[in-house]
């Protein structure tokens, strides 16, 4: 398990929702190494290649509510090859994720910017401090 606040994560992920007229729902993180979540890419996905995160979306019209599968191994070689501290990269996971729940894309023209853009301004609203 990384070394995560859970009861600062469930206030954040509240107030991200909130900023997209959503209420959360009941949401499974579930932390793994490079070799599940390519099992998990492979099995349900049909996608051959590592990942960061995998979200699987059980959300309603106003409740996000979902999976979150995160590989642990994928965070730390993204941290160290974009530079930044392994929380903060582990953090801008969990809050893509959170905004695929609500309704956010990233892989259509144009898409990844706005995705971008969204998780820069759901960082910017953490009451904890990222590094």
């Given at each position: 398990?990384?070394?995560i606040d859970p009861?600062?994560?469930?206030?954040?992920?509240?107030?991200?929702?909130?900023?997209?007229?959503?209420?959360?729902?009941?949401?499974?993180?579930?932390f793994v190494d490079?070799?599940?979540i390519l099992r998990?890419?492979?099995?349900?996905?049909?996608?051959?290649?590592?990942?960061?995160?995998?979200?699987?979306?059980?959300?309603?019209?106003?409740?996000?509510?979902?999976?979150?599968?995160?590989?642990?191994?994928?965070?730390?070689?993204?941290?160290?090859?974009?530079?930044?501290?392994?929380?903060?990269?582990?953090?801008?996971?969990?809050?893509?994720?959170?905004?695929?729940?609500?309704?956010?894309?990233?892989?259509?023209?144009?898409?990844?910017?706005?995705?971008?853009?969204?998780?820069?301004?759901?960082?910017?609203?953490?009451?904890?401090?990222?590094?």
């Amino acid at each position: 398990m990384p070394d995560i606040d859970p009861s600062a994560i469930r206030s954040w992920v509240r107030t991200v929702a909130a900023s997209y007229d959503r209420r959360v729902g009941e949401i499974a993180y579930v932390f793994v190494d490079d070799e599940e979540i390519l099992r998990v890419n492979r099995q349900y996905l049909q996608h051959d290649y590592y990942t960061d995160i995998i979200t699987f979306d059980d959300s309603t019209p106003h409740v996000i509510a979902g999976d979150l599968i995160i590989s642990l191994d994928t965070v730390r070689s993204n941290a160290e090859a974009l530079g930044v501290p392994y929380a903060r990269e582990l953090h801008r996971v969990i809050i893509h994720g959170i905004l695929h729940l609500c309704g956010i894309n990233d892989k259509g023209p144009g898409e990844r910017e706005l995705m971008e853009a969204a998780e820069d301004r759901a960082l910017s609203m953490a009451s904890f401090h990222l590094p």
